[in-house]
């Protein structure tokens, strides 16, 4: 899988809308380059039968899947030895860059649920991460018993909290009638949420 | 450094404003410098400190809370300052407060999200508090009997998620059950003004900058 991230995106992450000066791109240049070496993304979905102990937001839906992915450990392990090392604007940088490519990564991920869900004949399909949205976060443990792939490397904490850090998870669904609130719109930080964008 | 010689007194705001200029411009080799030479040359330490480290490190919260600088500036100013601030400490006269408080940080319980929690530590530490760090997944219980233990005036707290964001409300109880003295500050994406009320904290940090600025108020600093 090739997760690329791009200077100007990275900078714009971290909140420059103008050039700022050389050192600072220098840094950004030496992270992006660590970044290659750092990271070994890995994913994986699964589609979902009907069962008894479904997540209500899988409920009624025709199809649904659970998917995962993972910068992996190196990566984990380098933000970590660089603010150990003194060195935090780096590892601050390493660590939104890391959060980019996370986010890319998942949305690969997304897109492959899309086309295997698009060749069964559904188009439009909804996807929500435990934790957010109406969704109990021990929604993880019923995610990762189904996905059940050594492979991907991701670990929970008792907290349900995914290791490494630089991970993410969710359910899917295609078609049928959606039971419930799943939506932002209740949170009574709807207008302010800094996760919204 | 003789304070009565107008040469001298001229020579001490030179070195100040290099001492000044370094930290905002984040340069840590040339505030340590700039620090060794001024301690050289007998300059008061008080000056150094709030003259030239505090009073640039407080430019740059503000130029950062104004989206002027963002964070990887204000993270080489706060090792800039750090730096000069582990030549002066040696220095301090009995007298002196080497720290402007003492603050207890770490994620709440549950929690394994440290990024904002470590940007926090560094730019208090940068700014002369004192930080004790106790990381990652922080019960209620550890929070409190470390600020007991270093005699904090402050615990800090950061969350992500809404599911751990509840063990906040724990150490706040603990410490009004207790009568302890401690200041509560809480921050992190989930939480907000609404949250801190709810749970009876005193302060909330928008963002790191923020989070410095209300420490510094609670403190009265």
């Known amino acids: ?197 | 450094m003789e304070r009565g010689n107008p040469e001298d007194k001229e020579m001490t705001v030179d070195i100040i404003k290099e001492i000044y200029d370094a930290v905002l411009e984040g340069n840590v080799d040339e505030a340590s410098s700039r620090v060794q030479q001024a301690l050289n040359s007998k300059v008061e330490v008080k000056e150094i400190l709030n003259r030239g480290l505090i009073a640039a490190m407080d430019l740059v919260g503000e130029k950062f809370g104004e989206g002027e600088l963002f964070i990887p500036q204000v993270l080489w100013s706060a090792k800039a300052m750090q730096g000069g601030m582990d030549l002066l400490k040696p220095h301090f006269s009995p007298t002196d407060r080497a720290e402007k408080g003492t603050v207890v940080i770490g994620t709440a319980k549950g929690d394994i999200h440290d990024i904002g929690k470590n940007l926090v530590a560094i730019m208090l530490e940068g700014s002369g508090f004192k930080v004790a760090d106790l990381g990652v997944d922080v019960t209620p219980e550890r929070f409190v009997e470390k600020a007991v233990e270093v005699k904090a005036d402050v615990i800090a707290m950061s969350a992500l998620l809404t599911t751990t964001m509840q063990s906040m409300g724990e150490v706040v109880s603990v410490i009004k059950a207790k009568k302890l003295p401690f200041k509560v500050i809480i921050g992190g994406a989930p939480v907000d003004q609404a949250f801190c009320q709810e749970i009876g904290a005193d302060a909330y940090g928008m963002d790191a900058a923020d989070g410095l600025r209300k420490v510094k108020g609670l403190l009265g600093r």
């Open chain 1, 1 to 197: 899988m090739n997760i690329q991230i791009h200077r100007e995106e990275l900078l714009k992450q971290i909140g420059y809308k103008e050039p700022p000066q050389p050192r600072l791109l220098e840094m950004v240049d030496e992270v992006l380059g660590l970044l290659e070496e750092l990271i070994e993304p890995k994913q994986a979905f699964k589609e979902i039968e009907d069962q008894k102990d479904l997540p209500p937001f899988l409920i009624g839906a025709v199809l649904k899947y659970t998917g995962a992915a993972t910068l992996g450990p190196k990566f984990e392990n380098k933000v970590k030895d660089l603010f150990d090392e003194g060195k935090p604007a780096e590892a601050y940088i390493l660590d939104t860059a890391g959060s980019i490519a996370i986010t890319k990564t998942g949305n690969l991920l997304w897109d492959e649920i899309r086309q295997d869900a698009a060749a069964k004949g559904f188009k439009k399909g909804l996807r929500r991460t435990p934790g957010c949205r109406g969704i109990e976060i021990e929604t993880q443990q019923w995610i990762f018993e189904r996905l059940a792939d050594p492979e991907l490397g991701i670990t929970l904490t008792e907290s349900c909290m995914m290791f490494p850090r630089k991970s993410l998870s969710f359910l899917a669904r295609f078609g049928g009638k959606l039971k419930g609130t799943f939506s932002c719109k209740g949170c009574h930080q709807y207008t302010d949420c800094t996760l919204r964008g």
